[in-house]
């Protein structure tokens, strides 16, 4: 089945830097891969998502790009703030049907 | 976008009980429900696939007859955890997708804390 693999498990950065999570597929079919945000005691919150048809997608400050023939997918959060500091989670699937399959999760700390 | 509604949100219980948890889709239909489990740090493992009308599919290792699932309609699917232990004391979380467009997003419900005595 699939593997996702995501790192670093950890990132600190300063407010207004700029910080990139990246994570590996196994399964060449996946063809869906969304970013979550969880914050402590939360439900996890689906900040942006991108197909395989596709190899980059942009939402204000957050980015997504997918790599198809290196199976691997980056978040990129740019101009960062405090309130950015959450668990982050990549995700796959292979269709609407199938279940996602999570990475370890990302504990991103935006250092005012 | 659309709502996942699951309840209750924190549950202690003694050991030895059972433990019902819902999860609703409110404005959408969801044919297709999967409950998560995650432990304090870690993230979420799939524990089962729940299908309206059909019995639900669940990951290795994880019992079936302890974690009974029903997914008697297409808003609502239903976990309950049967002669609950400390060790099953967790994070429970719902998710769903939506029919017909748009069915590839995953939306969750606001999650279970569970603590077993």
């Known amino acids: 089945g699939e593997n996702v693999e995501q790192h670093p498990s950890t990132l600190s950065v300063q407010e207004g830097d700029s910080a990139v999570i990246k994570c590996t597929y196994s399964d060449s079919a996946s063809n869906y891969f969304p970013w979550y945000k969880q914050e402590l005691g939360k439900r996890p919150q689906l900040i942006i998502d991108?197909?395989?048809?596709?190899g980059e997608k942009k939402d204000q400050r957050i980015a997504v790009t997918l790599n198809k023939t290196a199976k691997h997918f980056s978040l990129h959060i740019t101009e960062t703030q405090p309130e950015d500091s959450a668990v982050y989670f990549c995700a796959a699937r292979i269709s609407g049907n199938t279940p996602l399959v999570f990475g370890k999760g990302t504990r991103l700390s935006v250092i005012a | 976008g659309a709502v996942v509604s699951q309840h209750p949100s924190r549950v202690i219980c003694k050991s030895g009980t059972s433990v019902k948890i819902e999860c609703r889709s409110l404005d959408f239909q969801a044919t297709t429900m999967f409950w998560y489990r995650q432990f304090p740090k870690q993230s979420l493992m799939l524990m089962a696939t729940s299908n309206e009308g059909s019995k639900a599919t669940y990951e290795q290792g994880v019992e079936k007859d302890k974690f009974l699932i029903n997914h008697a309609s297409l808003t609502l699917s239903t976990l309950t955890v049967t002669s609950a232990h400390p060790e099953d004391s967790s994070f429970y979380i719902c998710?769903?997708?939506?029919?017909?467009?748009?069915?590839?997003?995953?939306?969750f419900g606001s999650g279970t804390q569970l603590s077993v005595l």
């Open positions: 998710s769903a997708t939506a029919t017909g467009s748009g069915r590839e997003k995953l939306f």
């Open positions: 991108i197909r395989s048809n596709v």
